[in-house]
């Protein structure tokens, strides 16, 4: 089975674009929190030189190393970082992640922004692997949507994939999903299908049905993905014996009103996918803290 294109496809980890990512990203956030200066950190004497450690204060999945480094290497080369857990590990609370050590100046300017995104990141992945695990045994994967938070969807969408679940397109120029306001306006089902086909952008084409006659029109019209929006278990079980019925001629994806208690239920169901967006945009933000001592 195939997903939607992958973060990977576009930023593999390591590659010069990934890391052109994160720095854009981190520097964005530095911009953004030091503005003209950092006026505290004036307090502190210039040369102090302190270590520190970075803590989980409750269980979860880290992701954002990769971010955390570079906050700290853009405000300053010198410090220096040792990682006592690696990138997609459960930790538990009070679990040590990381010893910094450096200028005082450079580590406090830097802490925010890097535990904004490594609570951030690690919320997500964390999330993610909670589904992931909820469907262990299944046929079916998790993916994530396009409600992410503003100018985090690609970290985001990398988080998901560390987490162990999959991407959805990642973003409108990544894919074509055709919603019901887009058939709405093109006027039916037959009628936007055909006009994605004619397209022919060389990305993926799903369209999303609200219904079982929704779903025979679609595999009618030639619809090789498609979106199953708020299906019951029971419906889904039906659309996929009608999928079958055509030959398993698409790829079905569950979405809507999946919540961990559900989820299991809708994976042994038989579709292929289910895409959920709290994953993204209904996290909480992974409890860390950071102490410094001279």
């Known amino acids: 089975m195939t997903t939607m294109t992958l973060f990977n ?17 981190v ?3 530095l911009k953004e929190d030091i503005g003209t200066g950092d006026l505290t950190v004036q307090l502190v004497p210039a040369m102090q030189v302190v270590s520190a450690t970075i803590i989980a204060r409750e269980s979860a999945v880290i992701c954002g190393i990769d971010w955390v480094n570079t ?7 010198k410090v220096s970082i040792d990682w ?6 459960r930790v538990q ?3 040590v992640l990381c010893k910094i050590q450096g200028l005082a100046r450079s580590i406090l300017t830097a802490e925010r922004c890097a535990l904004n995104f490594l609570q951030t990141l690690s919320a997500t992945a ?10 262990a045994g299944s046929n079916a994967q998790i993916l ?15 988080a998901v994939t560390v987490g162990g679940g999959h991407n959805q397109r990642l973003a409108l120029y990544d894919g074509i999903l055709i919603k019901e306001n887009h058939i709405a306006a093109a006027g039916s089902i037959s009628a936007v299908m055909q006009a994605a086909l004619i397209l022919n952008a060389g990305k993926p084409i799903q369209i999303e049905v609200e219904n079982l006659d929704e779903l025979k029109q679609a595999l009618d019209a030639g619809a090789t993905s498609i979106l199953l929006d708020n299906f019951s278990p029971d419906l889904l079980r039906n659309a996929v014996e009608i999928n079958v019925a055509n030959g398993k001629k698409a790829v079905l994806e569950a979405s809507g009103g999946i919540t961990l208690k559900n989820v299991r239920e809708i994976a042994l169901t038989g579709i292929d996918r289910i895409s959920i967006g709290a994953i993204t945009k209904n996290i909480q933000a992974i409890d860390l803290s950071m102490r410094v001592k001279i």
């Not at 006592?84 to 590990?89: F, L, P, Q, R, S």
């Not at 964390?126 to 469907?135: E, G, S």
């Not at 994530?144 to 990398?158: E, G, H, M, S, V």
Request: charged content about 25%.
């Open 9 to 25: 496809n576009y930023y593999p980890y390591g590659s010069k674009a990934f890391h052109l990512l994160v720095q854009s990203q």
């Open 27 to 29: 520097d964005s956030a």
């Open 71 to 77: 906050c700290f290497k853009l405000i300053d080369a």
């Open 84 to 89: 006592m857990v690696t990138e997609g590990e």
């Open 93 to 95: 609370p009070d679990q």
């Open 126 to 135: 964390t999330a993610t692997r909670q589904y992931v695990d909820a469907i």
């Open 144 to 158: 994530d949507t396009r409600k992410t938070i503003p100018n985090l969807r690609l970290a985001q969408k990398y």
